[in-house]
């Protein structure tokens, strides 16, 4: 029998370490069988030893091919010419793309077969074979770089009290069956090679950077600086009526928390441009990459239904108390507005998802209290709570025009408005 080698047959004089590229290939290609002690030209020159060199050969492709081959790899002892060879069959395996250990899940790990030649993949053709192997879950997914730390996610569940590493890492999917690190793994990793972008800008149009900011590393690492960047910008405003002082935030601290929560959690991290958050004098923008999850609409979000991209990392994030339950983040943020004339917007593209949030004290600003809304707003201090008939007989007026004065106060969000109907009351806005 003549020997010639092809895409799906390679030749080997004897045992080496070259074998295991070869394998690796026919792996992730179409499969092939591969002769050991047989000359690149075709001449039988055998094999001596041969259990022992099947042994060391199966040890070798054991220990240095993730994920494991094995099951797609057999050996078979046969005679040419009165010599001893190796015949190694090697299937295309179920889970592409297979790799050399000790490079990783980059071109210079993953072969393919290409003539009769077994040559390096490319990012892209990894990233293919990833998807079709794996599905299109980019949080599902292996991760090309499988060299991560995870200092920033050690020390955050350490500080949360929730356990991490070891076979925690499996039951949070940051490791796969195989020990391989899938992409949430990358995300929570110091290598984590999607960030934020925050800017504050002069005025209300995107003219003129006041400051920006980009935010790297772990997922944790980028909530936790982000965080403390905008609430920076969430300055404290002294607001008098009367005698009475009241120190307000520009934005309620839950709505901004759970705006950066949503843009993290939500975001499709199969793109790789930056979440963007935009900070000026009357609003902050939060804009994620990807719309919302088909089968789901605005006036769903708006209703608190949560159709999750990224399951597995609302887990965590719920794992760590960082939410509630799915689904309630957008509710939170509209209930921290109420009362309010200014409300928060949302918006949503194919691509994209955006969280406005108005500065309520540059809506107060707007407002100059009257001798009649000063009045009324003492009394809402004195009682806590107000009706229509208490302002009605502090002005002596009736309880129809002390509506209407309640109502321009709400619109003004100089008070809030709780209840309906007859039990509506009115309480000082703090």
């Not at 593209?349 to 407002?367: G, R, V």
Request: glycine share 6%; hydrophobic share 35%; with cysteine.
């Amino acid at each position: 029998m003549q020997y010639t080698e092809s895409s799906t047959l390679e030749l080997k004089r004897k045992v080496i370490d070259d074998i295991r590229k070869t394998v690796v290939a026919f792996a992730n290609t179409e499969g092939g069988v591969i002769y050991v002690g047989i000359d690149d030209d075709g001449t039988i020159v055998g094999i001596i030893d041969i259990e022992n060199e099947i042994l060391r050969l199966s040890n070798m492709i054991r220990d240095s091919i993730k994920p494991d081959v094995t099951m797609f790899v057999s050996y078979d002892q046969k005679k040419e010419k009165g010599k001893d060879i190796i015949k190694i069959t090697v299937q295309k395996g179920t889970e592409c793309p297979y790799y050399l250990q000790n490079k990783g899940l980059r071109p210079e790990g993953v072969y393919v077969r290409q003539g009769a030649s077994s040559v390096p993949s490319t990012e892209n053709s990894i990233r293919h074979m990833i998807m079709e192997t794996d599905g299109d879950s980019f949080e599902k997914m292996r991760s090309l770089n499988q060299e991560l730390t995870f200092n920033a996610a050690t020390e955050e569940f350490k500080v949360r009290g929730v356990p991490f590493g070891g076979n925690h890492m499996k039951t949070l999917h940051l490791v796969n069956e195989d020990g391989i690190y899938t992409n949430l793994g990358l995300l929570f990793s110091d290598q984590c090679t999607h960030t934020i972008k925050a800017a504050v800008f002069e005025s209300d149009e995107k003219m003129i950077f006041r400051d920006r900011r980009e935010f790297t590393g772990s997922l944790l690492r980028q909530l936790n600086d982000t965080f403390d960047y905008i609430s920076q910008y969430n300055k404290i405003r002294a607001i008098f009526t009367g005698l009475y002082r009241n120190d307000k935030r520009d934005y309620p601290e839950e709505a901004l928390r759970e705006a950066l929560l949503n843009v993290l959690v939500h975001r499709d991290y199969a793109y790789s441009a930056s979440t963007l958050i935009s900070i000026f004098d009357n609003r902050i923008e939060f804009v994620s990459i990807g719309g919302l999850v088909k089968g789901i609409n605005l006036p769903d979000i708006m209703l608190g239904i949560s159709a999750t991209r990224n399951e597995r990392l609302a887990n965590i994030f719920y794992r760590l108390t960082l939410i509630e339950a799915y689904g309630t983040g957008i509710p939170k943020i509209l209930n921290s507005y109420k009362g309010f004339a200014a409300q928060p917007e949302i918006e949503s593209t194919d691509n994209a998802f955006k969280i406005t949030l108005p500065n309520q004290n540059e809506q107060m600003q707007s407002s100059s209290l009257n001798a009649d809304e000063k009045r009324i707003i003492d009394l809402a201090n004195q009682l806590g709570k107000i009706s229509r008939k208490d302002v009605a007989a502090e002005l002596n007026i009736s309880q129809t025009m002390a509506g209407r004065i309640l109502k321009s106060m709400v619109n003004k969000q100089l008070v809030g408005i709780e209840g309906k109907g007859k039990n509506t009351v009115y309480v000082f806005k703090k």
